[in-house]
């Protein structure tokens, strides 16, 4: 016969990896990254230092949930430790993949400035986003990134996983976490009304986040153990 799903358990086992496994592990990768961060350029030691401290971020909401009923803020983490992981094999795949996400920091900037300056407009108010916030981006891709432009699309999540054959897999997580992070019909009609199941399914869920944060990890150590030593 199967065994029983033991709810605190999994539970237990999902806060001792998330309050202490995780961090300690990512906190000996940072000091991995400073100890050959003059090996490598600059922003390429930024990138990975940024991801693990996202990661890390991510890893404590997580946690932070678990002691909630949060099923949505277990799934929003969760699916956000999903594409974490996606970033990380993308980054890692190639030189050109991990510079384009870099620079993708300015084309996001861009575009909540563009969100911004729509809004103003929206509500009547002055566009105070628009052509001096473009000044200034245009700047720091001139001066900090050698761009003479930051002209083209960012690089969607989907489209990342697609590149590093991992579409299915990610198309599958994704659409599963977003029905419970997302205020679809059935969560809002039904499964946010059924609070005596709310233990299991957040467990479920804290456990995919699990998952997906020790998927991280390893994809870091394969990154981070590639820069050169000497």
Known sequence: MPTAYDVERETEFSREKLRIAIPNRLQELVHVVAARRNKVEVWYADLITKILQSVHRTCRDLLNTIDQDGVAAAAWNARNLLELWIWIK??????????????????????????????????????????????KIAEVASEKLGLSSIDGAFERVSDAAKAIGHEQWFSANNKLLSKFAHPTAGLVLGIMHQTEKHRHLQALLTTSGLYFAGQCVIALEEMILAMPAE
């Not at 050109?96 to 407009?121: I, T, V």
């Open 90 to 135: 993308y980054c890692a795949s190639s030189q050109a993949n991990a510079r384009h996400f870099y620079e993708d920091a300015l084309r996001d900037m861009q575009g909540l400035a563009d969100s911004l300056s729509k809004l103003h407009e929206l509500r009547g108010l002055p566009a105070q986003f628009g052509a001096s916030t473009a000044q």
